[in-house]
Nanobody, 121 residues
Framework: QLQFVESGGGLVQPGGSLRLSCVTSGDGLDNYAVGWFRQAPGKQYEAVSCISSDGSPYYQNVAKDRFTISRDNAKKTVYLQMSNLRPDDTAVYYC???????????????WGQGTQVTVSS
């Protein structure tokens, strides 16, 4: 699996927006689905969104109508545009590849350092 470096997190007020990025230096990103996950303090990892290699997006309920996932294989980067952020979106956000090209394959592993998102007034 590919390794990623996540960035773009920060402190934002409720209702604000952030765009997260995860970039890999490895090859073959276009062969993999990539998922975004998050972990809030004291909680388990939670799936947020995934994008298959063909660009098909999948969203968990926490992300529907507020987040948009996209990918730029030429830049070896996957993005998560987050809007209308809420305090309960506060977490460390991670991206990782699935075991194959389709999000439904699952098999997500190999977490990086993540990027902290804090939503607070």
């Amino acid at each position: 699996q590919l390794q990623f470096v996540e960035s773009g997190g920060g402190l934002v007020q409720p209702g604000g927006s952030l765009r997260l990025s995860c970039v890999t230096s490895g090859d073959g990103l276009d062969n993999y689905a990539v998922g975004w996950f998050r972990q809030a303090p004291g909680k388990q990892y939670e799936a947020v969104s995934c994008i298959s290699s063909d660009g098909s997006p999948y969203y968990q309920n926490v992300a529907k109508d507020r987040f948009t996932i996209s990918r730029d294989n030429a830049k070896k980067t996957v993005y998560l545009q987050m809007s209308n952020l809420r305090p309960d979106d506060t977490a460390v956000y991670y991206c990782t590849t699935a075991a194959g090209s389709d999000c439904r394959v699952g098999g997500f592993a190999s977490w990086g350092q993540g990027t902290q998102v804090t939503v607070s007034s």
